[in-house]
């Protein structure tokens, strides 16, 4: 493997060339993919953060959101993935999160919210199978 440093031997060649206008320097691995900058790897690690902390719903959820009538607003679906990420940190796996009047069961390791609930779905408001339980 040979390392392309653009013919600075050292790092003190490397930085007075720096500090003198010249280009940044890069380091490639010939036959490897292209280098990326600090910023492109940490936007697209936060990128990637970002999208993971997007709850999803399973099939169950999404059934029972549509035949209870249930619309979720942009704020809604914010704080249900606030919760559910407040759950998790708290090391909670499968959480009850409140939302308005609303109630999610929502497994915080794959983000997925396993079932929905409003006043009128539950007559006696009982969850069960959960370890912990969220307000947002």
């Given at each position: 493997m040979r390392v392309n440093s653009n013919g600075y031997s050292t790092i003190e060649q490397a930085s007075a060339a720096f500090l003198n206008g010249a280009s940044p320097v890069t380091l490639a691995v010939e036959g490897d993919a292209?280098?990326?900058?600090?910023?492109?790897?940490?936007?697209?690690?936060?990128?990637?953060?970002?999208?993971?902390?997007?709850?999803s719903f399973s099939k169950h959820a999404a059934e029972r959101l549509n035949d209870r009538n249930i619309e979720l607003s942009e704020r809604?679906?914010?704080?249900?993935?606030e919760g559910t990420r407040a759950a998790g940190d708290k090391g909670i796996n499968s959480s009850l999160?409140?939302?308005?009047d609303l109630a999610f069961i929502v497994n915080t390791r794959s983000n997925?919210?396993?079932t929905a609930m409003d006043p009128a779905g539950s007559d006696k408001n009982i969850f069960t199978n959960i370890d912990g339980a969220v307000i947002a």
């Open positions: 292209p280098v990326k900058s600090f910023a492109e790897i940490l936007t697209e690690k936060r990128d990637k953060l970002n999208a993971s902390h997007r709850v809604q679906l914010e704080r249900l993935d999160v409140m939302v308005d997925t919210v396993v």
